[in-house]
């Protein structure tokens, strides 16, 4: 594993991707922080040695680099999910690149059922906590030492600092947020009632398949983070709908705007 992280990091250094501030994370129907972005590089997934392919439709497959604010930032348009297919090392091995290519702060986004009753579509919430209900955990295995410890703490999974300043921008910009708990989950299918039910009852305000393991890594390495779901359909076990994947990159779409400029103001305080 190590090899391979230094290969891919060597390739990405040689092509101009040294030294970023900020590391992002685009999830599903959110890229718009791309055109606010003075983009200097663009290398497809595939391009770049060990690095999986996205397989789903709606996530391009870009590693990007360029300025914000000033900041030095590489952002992945597209990410992995287990349901894709691919182990947890792999699904994560971008984060470690990132950290390696030597970002400060991870900004991540997600799309997520709104299990809390409040939430509306087009919602934003803070993750200020999370719940793991993904089968493998991506520090099994070896520990990489030089990385992290064997037993990483996760008390402060979501650093608190990261998540006041975006409260604070968040009121600044008129643009209202919530917080909440995200349970991750395996996928590909959405949820049952009962299933919702239970969600609930464990805890979760929102669900998704994605950003849990990725948060582990950032831990685990001590790399701050910060994330954000956009709500795209509201899981009332009472009243459930139908939903398809259409709409929830509809949704996601119209509340892009909002995040992104919340995550272009952030990156300019840090």
Known sequence: MIHKLEEATAFLNRRGYNNPDVGIVLGTGLGKLIQKMEVEHSLPYKN?????????????????????????VVAMRGRFHFYEGYSMPEITFPIRVMKMLGIKTLLLSNAAGGINLDYKKGDLVIIEDHINLQPFNPL?????????????????????ELIQKLKEIAKEQQTDIKEG??????????????????????GADMVGMSTVPEVIIA???????????????????????????EEIIEVAGKADDRLSNLFVQLMSEL
């Open 140 to 160: 099994t295995g070896p520990n990489l030492e030089v990385l992290g410890p064997r037993f990483p703490d996760m008390s402060e999974p979501y650093k608190k």
């Open 219 to 245: 831990n685990h390495m001590n790399l701050p983070c910060l994330a954000v779901s956009v709500i795209t359909d509201e899981c009332d076990p009472e009243n459930l709908q139908p939903i398809n994947i």
């Open 48 to 72: 770049i040695p060990h690095f999986p392919v996205a397989t789903m439709e709606y996530h391009s497959g870009n590693l990007i680099c360029g300025k914000v604010n000033g900041k030095k």
């Open 181 to 202: 708990v995200y349970v991750s989950v395996t996928g590909p299918n959405l949820e049952t009632r009962a299933e919702y039910r239970y969600l609930k009852i464990i």
